[in-house]
């Protein structure tokens, strides 16, 4: 069973950071990109951030580039976005992603509010 469990969401005030993290399970984690989408109300899905498989490639949302970094460690099979400067703006639902052979996976979402 292919499962993604994201937890690390909450609030937190403007400028501050958070840590989400994404647990996987049930396939072969070190052998595929992951990746973080958010999905604010009103607002389309939006990639936030993709690391590929061997570590090295990393891809960011314009509005997250120098404020966030994704990492991976395959020996726990998780994956990590470190958000920092948090914006109002940055609101949503962060979704952990990946796309296996036969299979879009997706975690149940974990709510980041940024809010004064």
């Known amino acids: 069973q292919v499962q993604l469990v994201e937890s690390g969401g909450g609030l937190v005030q403007p400028g501050g950071s958070l840590r989400l993290s994404c647990a996987a399970s049930?396939?072969?984690?070190?052998?595929?990109?992951m990746s973080w989408y958010r999905r604010a109300p009103g607002n389309e899905r939006e990639l936030v951030a993709r690391i590929f498989s061997n570590g090295g490639s990393t891809v960011y949302a314009d509005s997250m580039k120098g404020r966030c970094s994704i990492s991976r460690d395959n020996a726990k099979n998780t994956v990590y976005l470190q958000m920092n400067s948090l914006k109002p703006e940055d609101t949503a639902r962060y979704y952990c992603?990946?796309?296996?052979?036969?299979?879009?996976?997706w975690g149940q979402g974990t709510l980041v509010t940024v809010s004064s």
């Open positions: 049930g396939f072969a984690f070190s052998s595929y990109a």
């Open positions: 992603n990946t796309k296996l052979d036969l299979l879009d996976a």
